[in-house]
């Protein structure tokens, strides 16, 4: 049963290869000081800056440009980001780039017009804005977040070690996101891949949770065998535009609230792999496929029903004959060999991680209680270390 809900999304999405000049319509919606915001320089080298500048330049924006944001933007740039926005009086932020630029733009969003310190206020007390927002739009280049279409900012605090996420309301979300899926053509694979597993872990998150017959656990069913078939097409062709598309679509709709839906949801995977991310800075997506199967293993007694429907549903294993845990167990060891093919991080000493981290990621782990098994330390700290 679906329990009761409301849904409205504030974003409006172009999509498609023709879909940066709607850019030149969405313009003319906010005033003329419009902040710039990208990454390390890939926009720069597959041209899509050229192409974005041009466009601000014809509609005669007043641009300044807050370069540089990291993956897994940290709390110092975000202050940056805020002085520079200020001093620009800015009326829109324009994130061109992946999660990292998304995610940033909304957290300076909200804190531009703010004098509390934004780490302090959204990631350490966890208010609510209530000062002026600015807008925000997203020309994506990278599939995996979500951050498009929804109002979640992480941000990553190298002195306190922590990386936090704040989901905002729908104030704070992108007021127009541009999706095009060959911008994303010039993506590193191993980039691909963990944008990849981000989007099927979202999707995960939000299955792995209650036991009702309920549509939206359908919907999640049919994004994952989507994300699943056209991941082995996109690796094995990463100019696939069918493939690349039809990811880049999925990840939208595996975050953009509506698969959580009247449901409970548990995103344990994301607190553990956070709070390794906090440790080793990471990819997002490799920290998530790092942790997966050791947690996914030890809560699969307590959710075992599910875990058998995911099997069956999602990886066609045939049940005749065996035990439900059988089927379980087959379903797990579906995923794992899918996310070797695919060529994700098994292991979190893949990316840095070491057995004297532990502790400490254990301590960074927050704990929710959404998933079949609120998990005490002594689990935690187990599954890291299968995960190390
Ligand atoms: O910095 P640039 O030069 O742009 O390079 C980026 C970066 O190095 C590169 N890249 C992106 N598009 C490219 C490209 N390189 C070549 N061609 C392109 N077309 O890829 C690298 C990773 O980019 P990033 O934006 O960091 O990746 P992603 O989209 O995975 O975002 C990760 C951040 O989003 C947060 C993560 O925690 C992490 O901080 N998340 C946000 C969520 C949300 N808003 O709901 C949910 C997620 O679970 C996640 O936590
Ligand atoms: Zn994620």
Not at 57 to 66: F, Q, R, V
Not at 100 to 115: F, G, N, Q, T
Not at 247 to 259: E, P
Not at 333 to 345: D, P, Q, R, T
């Amino acid at each position: 049963m679906l329990g009761n809900f409301s849904y409205h999304n504030a974003t409006k999405l172009y999509f498609g290869e023709d879909s940066l000049q709607y850019l030149k319509q969405e313009l003319p919606k906010y005033g003329n000081n419009v902040v710039l915001i990208y990454g390390g320089g890939s926009i720069k080298k597959n041209g899509i800056y050229d192409q974005v500048i041009a466009i601000l330049k014809e509609s005669g924006k007043n641009i300044a440009e807050d370069a540089g944001v990291m993956p897994n933007p940290t709390a110092d740039k975000l202050r940056e980001g805020v002085k520079i926005a200020k001093a620009h009086h800015a009326d829109l932020l324009l994130a061109v780039g992946g999660g990292s630029c998304c995610d940033y733009a909304k957290a300076v969003s909200v804190s531009v017009h703010c004098d509390e310190d934004p780490w302090d206020k959204y990631y350490a007390r966890f208010e609510e804005p209530d000062c002026e927002i600015v807008p925000v739009g997203c020309i994506l280049t990278m599939a995996g977040t979500g951050s498009e279409m929804n109002g979640g900012a992480v941000i990553t605090n190298h002195d306190t070690k922590q990386k936090i996420g704040h989901v905002f309301g729908e104030e704070v979300m992108p007021k127009f996101s541009i999706l095009n899926p060959r911008f994303t053509m010039s993506l590193p694979k191993r980039q691909m891949v963990a944008g990849i597993y981000d989007i099927f872990n979202h999707i995960c998150e939000q299955y792995f949770s209650g036991e009702d017959d309920n549509v939206s656990d359908d919907l999640a069913e049919a994004l994952m065998k989507s994300v699943i078939r056209n991941a082995l097409v996109a690796v094995d062709d990463p100019e696939n535009y069918e493939a690349r598309s039809n990811i880049m679509w999925a990840a939208t709709w595996a975050l953009n609230t509506l698969i959580s839906r009247g449901k409970t949801t548990d995103w344990m995977v994301h607190m553990l792999g956070q709070a390794a991310g906090a440790y080793t800075d990471a990819t997002h997506g490799m920290t998530l496929s790092a942790v997966s199967l050791p947690y996914y293993r030890c809560i699969m007694p307590y959710g075992l029903p599910k875990f058998r429907k995911f099997a069956v549903d999602v990886w066609g294993v045939i049940p005749a004959g065996k035990t439900d845990q059988e089927i379980a167990r087959e379903g797990l060891a579906a995923l794992e060999n899918w996310m070797k093919k695919i060529g994700v991080a098994m292991k979190l000493s893949e990316l840095g991680a070491t057995e004297e981290m532990i502790e400490g990621i254990a301590d960074a782990t927050l704990i929710l209680d959404g998933g079949y098994k609120v998990l005490d330390r002594g689990e935690i700290v187990r599954i890291l270390k299968e995960s190390l």
